[in-house]
Structure formats: structure tokens, C-alpha cells
């Protein structure tokens, strides 16, 4: 003790401690002090539970079939159908049979054919899909406009498997979101291969009328009326899927991208070149890039007047054809007398418009031959294809949100100086969570939920990956930094960066202290 | 003589055979960034690869252009209004319809980068994002000074190598390409692409680190340089591509040979996984859209609602009603007369 008190007074009294203080002080306070004040602002993120979302696709999904049966036995068809319907690893199928309700017998009675047999049984939720027997019906399968399938006694059990499959949204596009997402697979490219529009909450309708020679043709449309007849209980019937955001336009004098030729059957001209060529004219004019978001461009075209009636090659086809991922093209031809304006009977047109915008949205259900439809009203959607949809569209959504925060929490353990805000923080936690949710909801069928929290979860996801903040610290990368030095060796390595750091934190002090000793100097 | 016919019959085989495309659209991000009237040949660069892009069927509102110097309207242009990238005044390069995205100040490296990595804010209208997805071949273009590793924008701020490299990395993560062609005519180009490590880019630098990429000729009218060598052949080729021509990437990547060109051309392959010689020119520089013909399904779509068609006619007037079911909206309630032939 009195040995160490010795030392002490030796040093305070003989050393010049103040620079040892000095020294001290700065390296042991102003150091890790500095260090600390000149970190990036990186906020935590879930990187443990972001690396054990699953990449491959492995929601097991229940799903409840109802059978009804009158002649034949229920009970055995329903065990066989459950097991031909599921797939391991992705659909578990139930199938409770039952005969007839005397309820049922008399709507069947009643019932003159199975459209109205249709339209008169009772609603039925989400995730349920009824499949009747009849006695008889113009094919082996007829899917109806409700959650209802009717089949014959004679129908194969292959041919009901393939198409319970079919809506179940088993095979087809979901097939291809459900395996591994590295990348370099073909799966991205199948994806974009699709007719359909990516998964959003909104969708923007454009519909244009084209007419290049006004002073000719004296048409118009009633485009309005034609919406809110036509469009409206669509858009009504997929309000929970996507809102459909309808706008409508002229233009006039845009030009046929394409010199059509003589038809070679029947009279008129036709159109024998790639059909894309006849986009960028068109496009140019829509002006679709004022609508905020995803657009589907419905044009209806009449052709210029010196190449009337004008049809494509394939006149079997109604005169329109689709572009993927951006709407579709039909062609009208005007008779060619009239008196006044000629009004556009607006029904073929819409029919022709709503079926490709069926399409667009991802309706294109490939079903076996020997499958037919009762006929859709206005509504132009059956319940089931809602329910398909709703498949579809959240397997897509939580593939895609899954991906996104997996890039993105990767990204930004590799790159360590993008500033992490809070936002971004909270955008990929919560995305995380409704991407569990969203799957646990999934699992269950509860299909309309399921859905919201996937959307939820996709547009978090983008929000995270495209927060604007993340390029805050653009102008000083380390590598932009060591550039400025002019010096080569700077380029890289974390104690470099912090010796650059510490040079600039002295900066603005060296710089006020050469000023006041010049001012003294001056003086 | 039959060996030489069978070999040329073989490669007559072989060459007629691309291996499959898998992008669903292109886009294309040209970028100038000197200013100053005495850079003019930069500009006339970046019009040259714009109207052939253009003329290839690449609609504007896929292409990205951005100019930082306004040699059109500059007032030391004596032909205002023109742009051209010959001196015997050939073709206005830029023409009646262009459609610039980010001009003067506008061109930066900040808008750069989050044009590329789509980080803009919420507000910017469409057509100054870049709205690619997992199909999109897009070609990126930059003309302008360079050094070894970075190039200059506005001369005052530099794009280093790195951060290009981060850009297509991050843009690789969100699946924002399918295939890049990257073109840089600068001084020291291939060092702009060194640290590339995203697959599928395939990159061309018309110098190497060390030399200079040099102009092609003066316009002694004008008083400056009016294209650069790499970007004269480059245009000069690509007149001879035409929509559904066959030319592949091979031959594109020959085409400034040194004793022409002064400086020696840099390419990146090891990124590519195609061979450039079953990849035509127009999958980068030319467009597809795909699409099919639509048949409507009679029985399925029927609608059985009708609106309210009142026609009556009689040999001087015809009136025609048309009304919606809920009655809000109505047309054609004049009363029209036929016309006289």
C-alpha cells in the first residue's frame, strides 16, 4: 500500500502526467465515445426468424368438399375422391357425403333444368365446393355459376378427380409457385409467361375507343352505361379480391402500326403480321402512365376507313386478341351507312372485354374435355373461380413477400452501411408476421382472410425493399469516400473507415483552430 | 470441296439455331452525363443507341433517356433543334418525337441508383421509374467521361464502380432483371463493370483500364467532335438490324476492332450464361410483346342485359335513345338526319 502511494507521488510530482491524462482520456472515453456516435443508425431486424420462413412452398391446405348422392354409394365415392383430390405436401381433402335432403328433391323437381337446379340451392361459404349427382346433364361434369358441380352416375371418377383438381387451384399456376425459389430456376421466368398482371390490391381499367378517321366514321360509345351495366357487378363480385378502377377515353387520328393485306377469304382485309407491331403506335397515345399503379388497357379499334372491314387472320376468333400483362386489343368495324351517330351496341363489346379481362386477372383454368359450364350471367364470374382466385392470388402473394424480405434482410447483412430506419424495421416485422398469419389462415381455408393478411404482407414487403431512406448515406460509401482520397489502398476495410471517420470528426475543429491561430497571427 | 460444303452446311445448321429467349419484354436505360457544349459527341451518342432502340420497336415508355446537356437547344448550336452524329448531316438524331426523362440538373447519381434499385419516392409519375420484372432484358447504356473505376456525372460527382455493382446486385435480389446489356462508351470503360457479380450481364466497355475511348471524327462547321468510334460502329450496325433480323450478339461484339477503334474493346462474359452467339441483337435492343388471339366463349359469357334501344325511323329522321337500366346515364337523345350522299 505504501509502496503503490510511493509510485503515485513519484509520478504526480516528477512525470508530466498531463499528456499521459490527455492520452487517457482520449483513447479511453473519446475512443469508444466517437466509435459509437459515428455508427450507421441500423436498427435490428429479424434475421433469425426471416431465415426460417420456408422457401419452398409447404402450406398443407384443408379443403371441404360436400357430395350429394342419390343413387349410388356416398360414402365409398366420397373415401376415393379424397384420396385421388389429395396432394402431400399441399392439399388435404375432405369430402363428408350424404344423400339427398328432401329439400334438395324438391328443387330438383322444381328445378326446370340445371341452371335453375343451380341458382336455387342455398349459398355456400368460402372453401366449400358442393358436388351433386344428377340424374342427367348434357355432359359427364357441368360446373355451375355457384360453388356447385354436377356429374352423372356414369361420369369416371378420373375425369371428376382431374376436375376437382383443376379448381382447386392443384395443378396449373400454383403448381408453379410451389417449389424452390433460388433464382436461377425457370420458376421467375414462368412466372412473368403468364397472361396475368402481379397480384395487387388495385387494378386500374382503361378503356380506350380508337377512331383515326373521325370525319368518316361518325361512331361513338356508350361507354358509361356500358360500365355500370356491364363492368359493375363484375368489379362487385371481385371487390375482395382486387378493386377494379375503371377509367375510359377517346383518341383519335393514332395511327395502324401495320399495312393489313387483302383477305383471301370472304371480302375485307385482314391482318397477316405479328400482331405486337401493332402496340407501339397505340401506346404511345394512351397516356395509361398518369394512372398510378397497374393498368389493363382494353382498346377497342376501328380500323382507318380505307382498309374497311378489317378483321384478323383467323376469322373464327372474334376480331381481338390479348397482350399479356397489358390488356387487349378488339377491332370494331362500322356499317358503313348510317344516319346520325352511330351508337356502339355496347354487349358484344363488353362481353368480348370482360372475358379477356377474366384473363388478365388469372382466370385461364384449364379443364379436361368433356367439363361444361352453365352459362354466367352479368356477374361473369362463378363462386368457385372467386374461390380459385383467392388460392391463387395468396399462394403468389405470400411466395412473393416471402422472397422479399428474405432478399432484403440478406442485402442488408452484406452491404453494412444502408442506414435501417424504423419504418423499414417495422415493414418487415409486420410483413413477417402476416405472412405467418396468412399461411396459418391459409391452412384452415379460411380463403377471404388469408388473402387480406398475403396482400398485407406483399405491399409491406415492397414498402421495406423500396424505402427510399435506405439510400441515405449514397454520397458517403466507403468506397465513394477512399475515391475522394485519391488513394487506392483506402479502398476497402473497417479500420480504414473509421480512421476516415475519425479524420472528418477532427475537421471541422482543426479547421476553427488554424482560423483563430491565423487571426492571432494577423493581428 | 465436299468437307468445305458439308462445314458450311453444319455451320448453316448450328447457326440457324438460337437458344430459347426467356424475356417477356425489354427495356432500355440510356444515360448521358457530361455537360458543356464541347461534349456534344456524348449527346450524339446517346441519341444514336436511342433511335436505334426506338426504330427497333422499344416503345418510350420503356426507355429511360437521360440527358444532362440540352445540345438542341443550346444557343451555340448553329441548326438548333438538331442533334446529328455525322458530319454530313445524315440523320437527325433527335427528331421530331423524344421523349426525355431526366434532363440537366435532373441527371444525377442519386436518381441513378434509385432508378435502378426502384427506391424513388412514392411521387415520381411512371414514366421516370423503371418498371421491370422478373422478364425484363434491359440494356444499359452510359456515355460519358470515365476514369478507372468510376464515371463522372455533371463532372462534379462520381459513380464508382461499386455502386454499380450494388445497384444490379440489388436489382438482381428483387428479381428486377432477367438479362443486362451493359454498354459503356468512356474513357477506361472496363473498369466501370470490374466488381460486377449478378448473373446474367453481359458487359462491353469500349476501352480497357489504361486507354482512352476516342472520337470518331469533327464536324469543322460545328467546331467539335461529333461521335465517338465505339458508338459510330455500334450505329453503324445496328442500321443493318431490323425487327426480325437474325443477327446474333457475336457478331455486335466484334465490331470496333482495335485498328479501327484505337482502343481495345472490354468484354465481360464469365457473368453471361448464354453463348453470345445463340443470343440475337434484338433480344437487347429490339422489343416482344407477347400475344395471342382471343376467342370469346359464346357459351360461357352471356349477358342478358340490354340497354334500352328506342329506334324509330322514318324516311326523313331516325332518333335513337339509348339509356342504362338505372336510367343515369342517357345518349343520343338528338334527333339526327340522314346524310345527303
Known amino acids: 500500500m505504501n509502496k503503490i502511494k510511493g509510485c503515485l507521488y513519484i509520478y504526480l510530482r516528477k512525470t508530466q502526467y498531463a499528456s499521459h491524462l490527455f492520452i487517457f482520456i482520449m483513447l479511453g472515453l473519446g475512443l469508444p465515445l466517437w466509435w459509437k456516435t459515428t455508427e450507421v443508425y441500423r436498427q435490428e431486424l429479424p434475421y433469425k426468424d426471416v431465415e426460417s420462413l420456408r422457401e419452398s412452398f409447404q402450406i398443407v391446405q ?69 358436388i351433386i349427382e344428377v340424374d342427367k346433364s348434357e355432359k359427364p361434369v357441368v360446373l355451375g355459376r355457384r360453388r356447385n358441380l354436377f ?74 352505361a356500358a360500365i355500370e351495366e356491364y363492368l359493375q357487378p363484375f368489379a362487385d363480385n371481385l371487390k375482395d379480391i382486387v378493386d377494379i378502377r375503371p377509367s375510359s377515353q377517346h383518341i383519335y387520328f393514332a395511327p395502324l402500326g401495320v399495312t393489313p393485306r387483302k383477305a383471301l377469304h370472304g371480302d375485307g382485309y385482314e391482318i397477316s403480321t405479328d400482331l405486337s407491331l401493332l402496340i407501339n403506335p397505340l401506346e404511345s397515345k394512351l397516356g395509361e402512365q398518369v394512372l398510378p399503379g397497374p393498368t389493363a388497357n382494353l382498346v377497342l379499334l376501328v380500323p382507318p376507313a380505307r382498309f374497311h372491314p378489317l378483321h384478323l387472320k383467323n376469322r373464327e376468333n372474334s376480331d381481338s386478341f390479348i397482350v399479356h400483362r397489358w390488356g387487349g386489343i378488339a377491332f370494331y368495324n362500322p356499317p358503313k351507312d348510317s344516319n346520325g351517330t352511330h351508337w356502339i351496341d355496347m354487349q358484344p363489346v363488353m362481353e368480348t372485354f370482360i372475358g379477356q379481362l377474366r384473363l388478365l386477372i388469372g ?131 473497417f479500420c480504414h473507415q473509421k480512421v476516415y471517420q475519425l479524420a472528418r470528426f477532427f475537421q471541422p475543429y482543426i479547421g476553427l483552430l488554424l482560423q483563430t491561430i491565423l487571426s492571432i497571427l494577423g493581428d | 470441296m465436299l468437307q468445305k460444303l458439308a462445314l458450311a452446311f453444319t455451320c448453316l445448321i448450328l447457326s440457324a439455331e438460337s437458344s430459347k429467349s426467356s424475356h417477356t419484354n425489354n427495356w432500355a436505360v440510356l444515360v448521358e452525363t457530361s455537360r458543356f457544349w464541347f461534349d456534344y459527341r456524348h449527346v450524339a451518342n446517346l441519341l444514336s443507341i436511342y433511335r436505334s432502340v426506338k426504330r427497333l420497336g422499344i416503345p418510350d415508355s420503356q426507355i429511360i ?17 438538331t442533334v446529328f452524329n455525322n458530319a454530313e448531316q445524315h440523320i437527325n438524331v433527335y427528331g421530331e418525337e423524344i421523349e426525355v426523362d431526366y434532363r440537366g440538373q435532373g441527371v444525377t447519381v442519386d436518381n441513378f441508383v434509385r432508378l435502378l434499385t426502384g ?43 461499386v455502386k454499380i455493382a450494388n445497384a444490379f446486385r440489388e436489382m438482381w435480389q428483387k428479381r428486377r432483371y432477367n438479362e443486362i446489356l451493359f454498354i459503356a462508351d468512356t474513357c477506361q470503360a472496363a473498369s466501370l463493370f470490374q466488381k460486377l457479380s449478378s448473373p446474367n450481364i453481359l458487359a462491353i466497355g469500349s476501352s480497357l483500364v489504361g486507354e482512352y475511348s476516342h472520337s470518331h471524327h469533327m464536324d469543322p462547321a460545328i467546331g467539335v467532335h461529333i461521335i465517338d468510334q465505339y458508338t459510330h460502329h455500334a450505329f453503324e450496325f445496328l442500321k443493318s438490324v431490323t425487327q426480325d433480323s437474325d443477327k446474333r450478339m457475336s457478331e455486335f461484339l466484334e465490331i470496333c476492332p482495335e485498328k479501327r477503334c484505337l482502343s481495345t474493346i472490354g468484354i465481360r462474359l464469365d457473368l453471361y450464361q448464354r453463348d453470345p ?16 388471339e382471343y376467342s370469346l366463349d359464346t357459351a360461357l359469357l352471356k349477358f342478358d342485359k340490354n340497354t334500352t334501344t328506342v329506334p324509330l325511323k322514318s324516311e326523313k329522321m331516325s332518333v335513337i335513345k339509348i339509356q342504362s337500366s338505372s336510367g343515369k346515364f342517357q345518349y343520343g337523345n338528338q334527333i339526327s338526319f340522314p346524310k345527303k350522299v
Open chain 1, 62 to 130: 384443408e379443403v371441404r368438399l360436400i357430395l350429394k348422392v342419390k343413387s349410388i354409394n356416398g360414402g365409398e365415392l366420397a373415401k376415393v375422391i379424397a384420396k385421388e383430390c389429395s396432394l402431400p405436401g399441399k392439399f388435404s381433402v375432405v369430402v363428408t357425403p350424404s344423400n339427398y335432403s328432401v329439400e334438395d328433391e324438391t328443387l330438383s323437381y322444381l328445378a326446370l333444368n340445371l341452371e335453375d337446379f343451380d341458382a336455387s340451392l342455398p349459398e355456400l361459404e368460402h372453401y366449400h365446393l358442393q
Open chain 1, 151 to 224: 356429374f352423372e352416375k356414369k361420369t369416371s371418377l378420373n375425369l371428376l378427380a382431374a376436375v376437382i383438381r383443376s379448381i382447386l387451384a392443384e395443378e396449373g399456376p400454383t403448381s408453379v409457385v410451389n417449389q424452390d425459389f433460388d433464382g436461377t430456376s425457370d420458376l421467375w421466368n414462368q412466372l412473368s409467361k403468364l397472361r396475368r398482371f402481379a397480384s395487387s390490391s388495385f387494378l386500374n381499367v382503361l378503356f380506350t375507343f380508337s377512331n383515326p378517321d373521325p370525319e368518316l366514321f361518325d361512331i361513338d360509345w356508350p361507354i358509361e
Open chain 1, 363 to 493: 382466370l385461364d383454368i384449364k379443364l379436361p374435355k368433356d367439363v361444361a359450364r352453365i352459362s354466367l350471367n352479368e356477374k361473369a364470374i362463378a363462386d368457385w373461380e372467386v374461390d380459385y382466385l383467392l388460392r391463387l392470388k395468396t399462394i403468389e402473394n405470400i411466395a412473393y413477400s416471402t422472397k422479399a424480405i428474405k432478399s432484403l434482410t440478406a442485402l442488408l447483412e452484406t452491404i453494412t452501411n444502408i442506414v435501417i430506419s424504423n419504418d423499414v424495421a417495422s415493414n418487415v416485422s409486420s410483413s413477417l408476421e402476416s405472412i405467418k398469419k396468412s399461411s396459418r389462415l391459409f391452412e384452415k381455408g379460411m380463403l377471404k382472410e388469408s388473402y387480406k393478411e398475403s396482400l398485407a404482407a406483399s405491399e409491406r414487403a415492397d414498402a421495406a425493399f423500396f424505402d427510399p431512406s435506405m439510400l441515405a448515406l449514397l454520397y458517403f460509401p466507403s468506397d465513394q469516400k477512399y475515391f475522394q482520397m485519391k488513394g487506392r489502398i483506402m479502398k476497402s476495410g
Open chain 2, 65 to 81: 433517356l437521360m440527358m444532362a446537356e440540352d445540345i438542341a437547344c443550346n444557343p451555340r448550336n448553329p441548326r438548333p433543334a
Open chain 2, 119 to 161: 427506391r424513388l419516392p412514392p411521387e415520381t409519375p411512371k414514366s421516370k421509374q423503371l418498371l421491370t420484372d422478373e422478364g425484363s432484358n434491359i440494356l444499359v447504356y452510359m456515355t460519358g467521361h470515365g476514369i478507372d473505376g468510376s464515371f463522372k456525372f455533371q463532372g462534379r460527382e462520381d459513380l464508382t464502380d
Open chain 2, 277 to 292: 452467339r445463340d443470343v440475337k441483337v434484338t433480344e437487347f435492343f429490339g422489343t416482344i410483346r407477347p400475344t395471342e
